[in-house]
């Protein structure tokens, strides 16, 4: 079978993996999501070396998974094991060089979040975390997430260009929250095309599908997998050839 191995988004910890965690386990595939650092020095690089630690020396097939912010590192290790596949969910997509703090100018995220939240009436980049990121999620989950908040991600990572020339050569997908209130789905949509080269699969959820719909966004994972691990016998579109 496979290994995923998860990269948690910003504030979060491997604790917001582990409703997919169970659902994968049960279809007989490995887990691990490591909590990153959160000193203030720690690099995107030190996120990778936490996330490779994790995996160990694996005797599957390992995809890796990066949530929002997480997709700053999750390339990064796809491209040091090698990796069976790539999954950004929600993900911020990098360019060689490019800090994380530039990523947001960079991409003209401002201006896609003010014509959505004009079209919502303010729902989207709302203040309100319950708004923005968790309004699809079980209150007691999103409480949960909230108590578990962490400082994440460091300074030091935020300024850190990214440290590699290119995205990794492996098959890579992008899964696409169509209710996101964090990063909308027309500014996402946009952004795996140009980034990427591929149109994003889609998942009826907010930011948080992990949280909101574990079930639906382990099917797709292990959907992926089976597509990974045998690329001759797939034909969806990918930023890698399946």
Do not use: K
């Not at 003010?114 to 708004?131: E, F, K, N, R």
């Amino acid at each position: 079978m496979t290994t995923f191995a998860f990269v948690h988004g910003a504030g979060d910890g491997g604790w917001a993996w582990h409703l997919v965690e169970q659902e994968l386990r049960a279809r007989g595939h490995g887990t691990v999501a490591p909590d990153l650092p959160t000193e203030a020095s720690a690099t995107l690089t030190d996120y990778a070396d936490v996330v490779l630690n994790a995996i160990g020396t694996p005797d599957e097939l390992v995809v890796v998974v990066g949530h929002s912010y997480g997709g700053f590192t999750a390339p990064l290790v796809a491209d040091r094991l090698p990796a069976a596949g790539l999954v950004f969910i929600a993900g911020m997509i990098p360019q060689p060089g490019e800090a994380p703090v530039d990523w947001w100018g960079d991409t003209g995220y401002s201006e896609a979040t003010h014509l959505q939240a004009a079209a919502d009436g303010g729902l989207t980049g709302s203040s309100d975390p319950y708004v923005a990121y968790y309004d699809d999620v079980p209150r007691h989950l999103a409480d949960r997430a909230l108590r578990n908040e962490r400082d994440h991600p460091s300074p030091a990572a935020d300024v850190q260009p990214w440290p590699v020339d290119a995205l990794p050569s492996v098959p890579t997908r992008f899964v696409l929250c169509t209710q996101d209130r964090v990063f909308p789905a027309p500014f996402m949509r946009r952004l795996a095309r140009e980034r990427l080269g591929l149109d994003a699969d889609e998942i009826e959820s907010g930011h948080c599908a992990s949280l909101s719909r574990p079930g639906e966004l382990a099917a797709m994972l292990d959907s992926y997998a089976t597509l990974m691990s045998h690329p001759r016998t797939g034909s969806v579109p990918s930023a890698i050839s399946l």
